[in-house]
Structures are given as structure tokens and as C-alpha cells.
């Protein structure tokens, strides 16, 4: 990915230092945001002659009411396994990018690397990035969804290495893989859409007069590329999320059509404005900080 690398090549390993530390620090500032969606997720539409209000209304009605009936503390709900998930997904699906990216390119190349090659290379590199950190994603969901749960029932895990152990021992080794199929298809093309548009758009910037490969270029190149990835990702998202966090659908196919049924289309867009905060935020503390730690070891 041209634009994602510096001038002077750096290493794998470089790669995936700088990408954990710089999406590590990004979950933090916005696992309240990300709590907020995951609540506004999993609420089911209210049945027929309910005249009950939704318990969750929107991102700041969310946030209000969790701190108000959990603490303050609860926005932070999932942060040891989503610190988990940013140190293994966040290095692997960046670092892995050029590596993957000059394979299908040939390291000859000398012109731009064509749209559609980024494109397949993001892809392939969020889909591995998260097989391998799903089991931390599935933790961080089910500690977000806690909250949930009517008044008076016991939680179901103490903390996150709690979960680890609960979830293993009482569903097995595989259901730490609950939702994989989801989380592929969300992941991969929440990848693809981010890496590629901050990279196109960024290419696009830097050719207008004026403009240099400065903090208000990745700016605005991160933002981009927040909208993009919330745009086209946010129907696989929700059914991750439900599948995650509510055991009583058979499969993916099952949660997509149930979802769709039972709530019609625009509930694959729930939490859309969280969701779009969050990754706003999330991609611009993300890619500066990525910018500027390669800079710091390219020199």
C-alpha cells in the first residue's frame, strides 16, 4: 500500500508494533462509543401493541442511560479483550498488507498499485486478522452485552479471562469461533473499505495543489474512511453483533433473515451514528498515530 508506507520500507514486525500501539490506543478513546452501538445492536424492535418505549434511543440517550443505571465505568465494558483484539487484529490485518499487497503486485512494480489489488489485498488480510482474533472479539461483545440482563440476575463473567475460561468450559473450545462466518465477511470488507479509500483518498489529496503528506491530509483521509467502512459494513456488523451476543440463532443465514423479517432492512443500519462516531474517531486517532510512530522509526 503506497501511501500506508514511508518513503523507507520498514519490517513486518515494525509494521505490526506500530499498528497494535496505534489501534490499542484508538479502542480505548472510543470503547464507549462501541459499547453505545453494541447495545443499540442487539435491541430487538418492540413487538406489536407494546407501547413501550426502547430502553436505548439513540448514542447519547445510550450513553446516558448506561452510566446512569451501570456507572460510569461500564462504558468501558470489554476493554481488557478489545485491547486483546486491537494487539492481534489491529497488527496483523496492517502489518500483513504489504507483504500480501506485493505478492499479487510483484515487488517490480513500479507504477501506483492498481484500485482493484488493494482492494483484494485488504480483504484477504482482515479476513486472517481475525480468524485469528475472534475469540477476543467474541469476549469483548459478551461483557458489553452484560448490562443487558434483567435486574437481579447474576452476571455471567467476572471479567474478561473469566469469560476466556466460562465460555470454553461450559460451550466448548469452538465457541470462542461464534460468529466467525459474520465477522469474516464484517471485517474483511470493513478492511478493504477502510485501508483502501484512506489510501485512495490520501493519493487523491496529495495530488491537489497545495497539499502534503502532512496531519490535515491523514485527517481528512481518515475520516473518509470511517464513513466508507461504517457505510458498507454496518449489515454484517449487526448480525456479528447478535450472533455474539444472543445464542438462539442456528447460523449466520439464520440471524440475517430473522433480523430482516422481523425488522425489515434499516435494522442492519442500528447504531449507524454511534457506529460512524466511533469509527470517525476511531480511524483518525488510529491512522495519526500510525503515521507518526513510522515516522519516528523510518527517522
Known sequence: ????????????????????????????????????????????????????????????????????????????????????????????????????????????????????????????????AIVVANPTDLVKVRLQAEGQLPHGVPKRYSGAMDAYYTIVKEEGLGALWTGLGPNI?????????????????????????GFSDSVFTHLLASLGAGFFAVSIGSPPDVVKSRMMGDSTYKNTLDCFLKTLFNEGFLAFYKGFLPNFSRAAVWNVVMFLTFEQAKRLITG
Not at 92 to 114: C, M, N, Q, W
Not at 185 to 209: F, G, V
Request: glycine share 8%; charged share 15%.
Open 1 to 128: 500500500m503506497a501511501d500506508l508506507s514511508p518513503k523507507t520500507q520498514i519490517s513486518f514486525v515494525q509494521s505490526f508494533l506500530c499498528s497494535a500501539f496505534a489501534a490499542s490506543l484508538a479502542e480505548f478513546f472510543t470503547l464507549p462509543l462501541d459499547v453505545a452501538k453494541v447495545r443499540l445492536q442487539l435491541q430487538k424492535k418492540t413487538a406489536v401493541g407494546d407501547v413501550g418505549l426502547p430502553k436505548y434511543r439513540g448514542l447519547r440517550g445510550t450513553i446516558n442511560t448506561i452510566a446512569g443505571e451501570e456507572g460510569i465505568s461500564a462504558l468501558w465494558k470489554g476493554m481488557v479483550p478489545g485491547l486483546h483484539r486491537q494487539c492481534i487484529y489491529g497488527g496483523l490485518r496492517i502489518g500483513l498488507y504489504d507483504p500480501v499487497k506485493t505478492f499479487f503486485v510483484g515487488s517490480a512494480l513500479i507504477a501506483e498499485v492498481p484500485i482493484y489489488h488493494m482492494i483484494l489485498a485488504a480483504l484477504l488480510t482482515g479476513a486472517l
Open 185 to 209: 465477511a464484517r471485517n474483511a470488507i470493513i478492511n478493504a473499505a477502510e485501508l483502501a479509500s484512506y489510501d485512495q483518498i490520501k493519493r487523491m489529496i496529495l495530488n491537489i495543489p
